[in-house]
Structures are given as structure tokens and as C-alpha cells.
């Protein structure tokens, strides 16, 4: 493989490493905040105990999963120099600024006040300490703003002139506000809220599965289900908005989502084939008649654009078209969970062992869904790295093959290393307390009584 | 953009110089901290980590701005310059990943995995402080990789890591007391005596390998206003030395509430190194090849990121005031609540 294969198999590495981390965080932490101010404002003794102990317990999953957020990105502000400098000459007016924006409206405040939420409870006054959770959440959140920016404006660029191959900002206003972002912006958020609310249901079936006897994993459990089935139809309807924007700027992505090679009217959806870049067609096809008209024009015998019509400057079909159908399904799997655990657990106040078994698979399911949904819009705008402005090639770096080939391997130890160690340490943190809390539970703790960051809740 | 009237990018160069500064005073002392890790006991480990706890991430963040900086304000040198350090940057960032994980790692893993956490806390500690010297090393010879420039750029590698167990150790003993602070100083002792060589050697390869530089420094009249820079900065490496022994011999009340002199002096050490190699490469950013004024991008985009620095800036300074001022005095086992 040459250093461009390489430089993109270690970018998407790198990348798909990273956002496993804040798909995580951005939406954990408004739960946080969502706990401190239950107990912040609980009028009796139990309650305040029962919301200080969800936040105990999740404020130490989310000190661990931030800190991998944090080391990973670092490792992704390198990379642009490391492996695609053509991008920071041709349009580093533009990314440049977005990004500094970025540090500097959230990446300090954050971990400053990371700081203080989990090591400050005792030595700052209370509203303070509460003030330093949103604080966290805000900035996260931030964060994910002008991130989505700067990846928005390289789907749909808009805002700058060209001059002599260099691109300059003329409207910061279009450059920030491009038609994608909007779209992309809440369908990340979405999207991170709802991975956050599965790893709750998850974590806290776990616990329960375990024995914890206490109310509070069973509260948390409540939450989360509660917030995803109200997310949940809420991410359907901005991902199908996010669609109808796609086909307007990047038609051709939506036809290697649809599978698509001929301009037709009534289009099928796919559910399954195997689409093949060679003879241009695609084998075992089984579909839906007219769904993917009807679904991208809202009319049943609506034209949708082939592939043929962008030939050869289209991404590849292949992947395109499976994480597109990865994404739905994990989608479709994780409303159904969500509304049916409403009825079930919230409403009806019912947990059996299969129920808490089936949360307990559901728990990272967020992950799949989300990079499968990133992988369909990034590989989706290739051969473009900023749709019709600049390609990928075109920046990659003129390091020899062999030092990504190492630099690649390294990264893929470390992170499966880090990642099998992640897994393995929130299932045994909710282990541990589990066990804490069934041998405490008889003996009334006492919630004022402090632990040490090492113990558990 | 070859504007040399402009002054947006000197703006920006000195931010990021700045940045870099704040960098490698805070996070110097965090790597410091992880460098001496292996001197504790478990315990005692524990209260080191206590000690950096609250900082570490934001300290970090700095490198970020930094990097974000040389990005934002001088694309194509920012290219250059990574490129150029390709490998030593793979090694920085593992260093920095597996320190930045096994703080929370070991704070949460069964206790027999403790150790491994804090070997690797130490090992990305050490590695990070390495690559750094390494670098700044590569930078001072201008990316040569003859014999020469290696050996220079290894002793480079050295120094820096003794500069930040230097500034960690006094953090330590700031931040510690008694047994673990007694420990502390005689390691403190030793990498005072290998930063100042390491001070000495860019001070003298400096000059020698750059007429240009040789030209700044010891010409009249600049060299009166420049020469307090190392008087001022060997006074404070003999001050500390001193105080070190005091501080080893007599134990008490008088000599611990001064505390915090190593510390105060090793950010004026490290004040006057940054000023003495800023004052040196000064109009270049990439040395001896770009200026600040060649590298530069569009002046809307630095404008418009200006704007940001303005309004921001003062805010970062206050809420890091805010979060050091939280977490005063000897260093207090670290709670989650």
C-alpha cells in the first residue's frame, strides 16, 4: 500500500477511535447535569441520596471516558500535519480558524472545570460545583459545534474565493452557517444523546443483573429509556431531513447509499445487495418498491440520479451502501428498545432477567450506529476531501510508505489496547458497585460520607 | 502573504509563543511529577498524582493551542515542521496517550492492574518529556540529521526531561511534605545540574551553528540589554541549588514555609531559556528558511481569529486562576466528592 492508503486507513483509524469517546461524553454529560440538579433540588433525604448516587457512580464513567476522548484528540490535531499538509496550505485560512475556535471556546473550559466537578465537591460552594457540571456539558457541546463545522463546510463549502489554488474566507456568517451544518449538527447531537442514554440502560441493567438492590441504578435505567424514546423518533426525523440535504449538495453520496446506478423514477430501497464497482450493477438485490423515491423525493415515482450520472468521481459503493443499512437497522433496533422499554420498565414498572439481558447487548450499540453513520458521510464525499474543491490526494503528505505503515501499527496496538482495557474497566466499575452496594444496602450509608476517587458508589 | 507591515502575524507568533511557554511550565511539571512517579511507594504515589490531578488535562490543552496556533496563523510551517517530525511525533503522542489514560485507569482498575497504570504513567511521562527535548533539539539545528545534530538533539532530549523533572520535583515539594518531599529533593539536586548543562550546550551550539544568531547576541549595544538574560537565569539555578541543600539538611518550620522557591524559580528559568531561543530565531518560524511574515495565512483569517483571542484569552486566564486558587496548598487525597 502507498502513504496515501496508509494516511487514510490511520486517519480513519485515529478518527473512528476518537469519536467512540465523545459520541459518549457530549450527551453523558447534560445526564450529569441532569442528576446534580435532581439532587440539588430533592426535597427529602432518600431522593437526594438515591440522585447524589447516580451521579457518583457516572461521574467517575464519564472522568474515564473523557479522558480517552481527550488523548485521542490530541493524536487527531497532529494528524493534519503529520499526514495531510495540502490541506492546511490549501484551505487553512478557513479550517484554521474553526478549529482554533474550538480550543479556545471549549477545550479549556472543559477541562478546567472537569477539574473542579470531579475533584472540587467539597472544596468549592455548592452552586459552584453545579455551575462547573454544565459548565463541562456546555463546552462539550461547543466543542462538537465547531468540529461539525469545519467537517460540514467540507461537505458543502461555502463563503470563500479561490486565488492562485488558495482558498480565502470571504463570509465567516456562510462559512459557519453552510447549508449542511445545521443537519449534521443535530444529527450528531442526537446521536451522541442517544449513545449516552444506551450506555445508562446498559450499565444500569448490568448492575441490577448483578444484584444491586438499590433504587438508584434503577432510576438511571429509567432515565435513559425515557430520554432515548424521545430522541430516538426525534433522530429518524433529523436523519431524513439530513437526507433530503445530502441529495441536494452530494447527490452522488445518496445514490452509493441507495445503491443506485442508473438514473430511474420509482426507485426501490434496497434492504440487501451486493453491489459491485466493477460491472457497475448490483447481485442478489432484494428491495422495496418505490421506497427510495418515495423516501428522497416524498413522491412514489420521483427521479433519483444513478451513479453513472457522476462516474468516475463518485465514492465507493460498497461501503457506503452496507454502513448506510448498518446505521438504520442499529437505529430502527435501538427505537424499538427504547419505546418498547417505556412500556415495559418505566410505565409498567417491569424488569425480567430477558429484558435486562437484552439493554445489557444494547449497551454500546450507540458506537455502531455512529460510526457506521460517519463512515457513510465521510466515505460518501470521496473522492472529495472538500466536495468539489480539493481531493484527498491532493494532500496527503510525501512521507515515505514505511513510517505510516509504522506509525499506523503503533496507533492500532495502543488502541485496541486502550479499548479492550476500557470495556473491561466500566464493566468491572459497575461490578464493583454492584457488590458495594448489595453488602451497604442493609447498613443505611451514610451520604455525606466521603470516598476516595479509587472506591465506588 | 509577504505584507511585512502587517502586524497580525507577530501577534499570533507571540501567542503561540506564549502558548508553548505556558505548555511547557504547566504540563512540564505534570510530566516532571510522572517522571519521579517510580520514586514513591504506593501511597505516596497516590499523593503525587493528587498533586496534578485537578491540572493535568488543562495543562495539556496548552499544547493543543499551541499546535493550534502554528496551525491557524502559519499553515505551510505548520506542515514543514510536522513533517520534518514525523516519527518524534508518534512517539510524543503515545507518550502523552498512555499517560493521559492511566490516571484514571489506575484509579479505577482492580488493584493488582494498579501497578501496571502507574508503570505506564511513568514510561508515557517519560517518552513525552523525551520526544520534547528531542524536537526542540531537531528545531535549534534546523532539522539537520547528521551525527552532530543527532548527539545534540539527543542530549537535547536528556535536558529537556531533567528541565521537567526539575520543575516537577518542585511542584512536589510544594505541593508535599515530609518523607515523600524529602525524597523528592536530591533528585531535584541532580536534574538542576543536567538542565543548566543542557542550558549551557543550546547556549553555546546556538551561536556556532548560526553566524546570524552569533551576530544577535554579541554585538554592541544588544549585548548589555542581553546579558542579564543568563546572569539572571544562572542566579536563579544557584539560588535554588542553595536552597536545596538547606531545605536537606534542616527540616524545619522556617526552611519548608519557603516552600514554594524552587518552584517560583524554576518558572523563571524556564522564562528566560524560552526568551533567550524566542529572541535567538526571531523573524523565523521555520529556522533559517521562513519568516513569521512568509508562513502567515490571510489576514481576514487571522482577523477574524483575533477576535476569538481577544474575547476569550482573559476568560482562560481567569477560570485557570480560578481552578489553581481551588486547589491550594499540600496536595489532599483526591475525591471524587
Known amino acids: 500500500m502507498d502513504t496515501l492508503d496508509l494516511s487514510r486507513i490511520q486517519f480513519a483509524a485515529n478518527i473512528t477511535f476518537h469519536i467512540l469517546f465523545p459520541a459518549i461524553t457530549i450527551g453523558l454529560g447534560w445526564f450529569i447535569v441532569y442528576f446534580k440538579l435532581r439532587h440539588s433540588f430533592a426535597t427529602d433525604a432518600a431522593e437526594q441520596d438515591l440522585w447524589l448516587r447516580c451521579y457518583r457512580f457516572w461521574v467517575k464513567f464519564f472522568a474515564l471516558t473523557f479522558a480517552l476522548g481527550v488523548v485521542s484528540g490530541i493524536t487527531m490535531s497532529f494528524q493534519f500535519g503529520t499526514n495531510w499538509p495540502g490541506f492546511m496550505e490549501r484551505v487553512g485560512n478557513i479550517a484554521g480558524p474553526l478549529l482554533g475556535y474550538e480550543v479556545l471556546t471549549a477545550f479549556f473550559m472543559e477541562a478546567t ?29 461547543l466543542s462538537a459545534f465547531w468540529i461539525i463545522v469545519l467537517n460540514s463546510w467540507m461537505h458543502t463549502p461555502a463563503g470563500y474565493e479561490i486565488r492562485d489554488g488558495v482558498l480565502f474566507a470571504t463570509d465567516w456568517a456562510a462559512i459557519i452557517f453552510n447549508p449542511s451544518m445545521p443537519y449534521r449538527f443535530a444529527h450528531v447531537i442526537l446521536a451522541s444523546g442517544l449513545t449516552a442514554a444506551f450506555v445508562v440502560i446498559g450499565i444500569s441493567a448490568y448492575r441490577i443483573r448483578k444484584g444491586d438492590p438499590k433504587p438508584a441504578p434503577r432510576m438511571a435505567l429509567r432515565s435513559g429509556l425515557v430520554v432515548a424514546a424521545v430522541l430516538a423518533p426525534l433522530q429518524i426525523f ?35 445487495a451486493v453491489p459491485d464497482q466493477g460491472e457497475r450493477t448490483n447481485h442478489f438485490e432484494l428491495g422495496i418498491p418505490k421506497a427510495a423515491s418515495l423516501v428522497l423525493t416524498h413522491e412514489l415515482d420521483g427521479e433519483v440520479q444513478g451513479l453513472d450520472d457522476f462516474a468516475p468521481e463518485h465514492p465507493r459503493v460498497a461501503p457506503v451502501f452496507y454502513a448506510f443499512r448498518i446505521m438504520l437497522a442499529v437505529g430502527f433496533a435501538m427505537l424499538a428498545t427504547a419505546l418498547w422499554g417505556v412500556y415495559h420498565t418505566v410505565w409498567r414498572r417491569q424488569l425480567t432477567p430477558r429484558t435486562l439481558t437484552w439493554y445489557v447487548a444494547m449497551t454500546f450499540s450507540g458506537w455502531v450506529a455512529t460510526i457506521a453513520g460517519w463512515y457513510v458521510t465521510e466515505i460518501g464525499r470521496q473522492p472529495w476531501l472538500v466536495s468539489g474543491v480539493m481531493k484527498t490526494a491532493e494532500a496527503v503528505t510525501d512521507q ?28 468491572y466499575l459497575a461490578n464493583q458497585s454492584a457488590k458495594l452496594e448489595a453488602e451497604n444496602y442493609g447498613a443505611a450509608p451514610n451520604p455525606r460520607t466521603p470516598q476516595t476517587a479509587g472506591a465506588t458508589a | 502573504m509577504s505584507e511585512t507591515t502587517s502586524i497580525l502575524p507577530l501577534v499570533f507568533a507571540g501567542l503561540m509563543a506564549l502558548s508553548l511557554l ?5 504540563d512540564g511539571f505534570d510530566l516532571g511529577v510522572g517522571i519521579l512517579l517510580p520514586l514513591g511507594d504506593e501511597a505516596q504515589r497516590d499523593t503525587m498524582l493528587a498533586s496534578i490531578g485537578p491540572f493535568w488535562d488543562a495543562n495539556e490543552t496548552w499544547l493543543v493551542l499551541g499546535i493550534g496556533l502554528l496551525l491557524i496563523a502559519f499553515p505551510e510551517a505548520h506542515g514543514i515542521i510536522l513533517g520534518e517530525l514525523y516519527l518524534d511525533v508518534l512517539i510524543l503522542l503515545v507518550g502523552l496517550i498512555l499517560r493521559g489514560v492511566a490516571f484514571d485507569f489506575r484509579a479505577k482498575v482492580p488493584s493488582d492492574r494498579k501497578g501496571l497504570w502507574d508503570r505506564l504513567f511513568f514510561i508515557g511521562s517519560l517518552m513525552a518529556a523525551l520526544s520534547q527535548g528531542y524536537m526542540l533539539g531537531q528545531f535549534v539545528v534546523g532539522f539537520q540529521s547528521d551525527l552532530w545534530s543527532e548527539l545534540f538533539s539527543l542530549l537535547s532530549a536528556v535536558c529537556v526531561a531533567s528541565a521537567y523533572t526539575f520543575i516537577g520535583g518542585s511542584w512536589l515539594i510544594m505541593k508535599t511534605a515530609e518523607e515523600l518531599q524529602q525524597r523528592v529533593v536530591s533528585w531535584v539536586q541532580a536534574c538542576l545540574w543536567l538542565m543548566m548543562l543542557g542550558i549551557t550546550a543550546v547556549s553555546i551550539v546556538n551561536p556556532i551553528i548560526s553566524p546570524e544568531i552569533f551576530a544577535k547576541w554579541f554585538a554592541l549595544p544588544q549585548i548589555i540589554v542581553l546579558l542579564p538574560i543568563p546572569l539572571l537565569c544562572g542566579a536563579a539555578l544557584l539560588g535554588t541549588s542553595i536552597y536545596l541543600n538547606r ?24 522564562l528566560l531559556s524560552f526568551q533567550g531561543l524566542a529572541y535567538s530565531f526571531y523573524p523565523y518560524i521555520v529556522p533559517f528558511e521562513i519568516t513569521i511574515w512568509d508562513a502567515a495565512a490571510a489576514p481576514e483569517s487571522l482577523a477574524f481569529m483575533g477576535i476569538g483571542v481577544a474575547v476569550v484569552f482573559p476568560l482562560i486566564i481567569l477560570y485557570t486562576a480560578l481552578s ?11 475525591r471524587y466528592y
Do not use: C
Not at chain 1, 247 to 254: N, R, S, T
Not at chain 1, 422 to 427: A, K, Q, S
Open chain 1, 113 to 141: 472545570f472537569l477539574g473542579i466537578m470531579l475533584f472540587g465537591m467539597h472544596k468549592v460552594p455548592r452552586w459552584l460545583h453545579t455551575f462547573a457540571t454544565f459548565a463541562v456539558a456546555i463546552s462539550t457541546t
Open chain 1, 238 to 272: 433529523a436523519g431524513d431531513l439530513h437526507g433530503l440535504n445530502t441529495l441536494e449538495h452530494q447527490p452522488a453520496k445518496v445514490a452509493a447509499m441507495e445503491g443506485i446506478w442508473e438514473t430511474q423514477r420509482g426507485a426501490p430501497f434496497l434492504v440487501f
Open chain 1, 400 to 427: 515515505p510508505a514505511s513510517y505510516v505503515a509504522l506509525s499506523l501499527t503503533v496507533y492500532l496496538v495502543v488502541y485496541a489496547f486502550l479499548l479492550v482495557s476500557y470495556v473491561g474497566t466500566v464493566f
Open chain 2, 22 to 26: 505556558m505548555y511547557a511550565i504547566l
Open chain 2, 247 to 270: 531545605l536537606k539538611h534542616r527540616n524545619d518550620e522556617v526552611v519548608t514555609r519557603s516552600d514554594w522557591i524552587p518552584f517560583a524559580a524554576a518558572i523563571v528559568i524556564f
Open chain 2, 324 to 334: 489553581y486558587r481551588v486547589f491550594w496548598g499540600k496536595a489532599t487525597e483526591l
